[in-house]
């Protein structure tokens, strides 16, 4: 989530500082623009899985019953999902705070809204329905089915597929979201 949150300050800040106008300018396309500010902050989010995994390992105990690159190609496409929807407030936002509050206010909406605290199941229908419209419900899903159940990818077939749909759908509005004017 934090990945998500930085990621909609990337553009914003270029826009801030006025180095935007600068990689405008080059003969970049936009889809290397918004590939080239996602890129490291999925480097980011897949190492700081890995220590989550260590830490819950050595800390707690927790080994994770299913397929350790399972859970890493799902993550790695939520990944895209969510850093796709933080440059997409970002080349919405006009400058960081009102891209800092729109990234906060939908980040609390995906956390409260996923299942993580309460059951998706003992929501109100509307509240269900809501948290099917977020990329992070499929990734709680998905991080129960592998690490509790030892779930197979035939089982996650569903949540993947759902979850590289976001993936292209957020990006692919970024992109064409993103103005280039060279």
Known sequence: MV?????????????EIGT????????IKKWQFIAGKLIPFWIIGMFDFTIGLVIARLVYGII???NLGILYLFLSVYLVALLGFG????????NQVQAMFVAF???MIFI??????????????WARVISRLTPVTYFIDVMRMIVLKGSSFHDIRDQFFIELAF???????????????A
Do not use: C, H
């Not at 990945?3 to 826009?15: D, T």
């Not at 440059?87 to 006009?94: C, E, F, N, R, V």
């Not at 409260?112 to 229908?125: A, I, Q």
């Open 112 to 125: 409260l809204m996923s299942g993580l605290f309460t059951s998706v199941d003992n929501m109100p229908t």
């Open 64 to 66: 994770p019953v299913g």
């Open 20 to 27: 935007i106008e600068q990689i405008n300018v080059t003969p």
């Open 87 to 94: 440059l997409l407030i970002s080349t919405y936002s006009d």
């Open 167 to 181: 993936a292209v759908v957020l990006n692919g509005w970024a992109i064409i979201n993103y103005r280039k004017t």
């Open 3 to 15: 990945g998500g949150f930085i990621a909609a300050l990337n553009i914003v800040k270029e826009k």
């Open 105 to 107: 206010f939908f980040i």
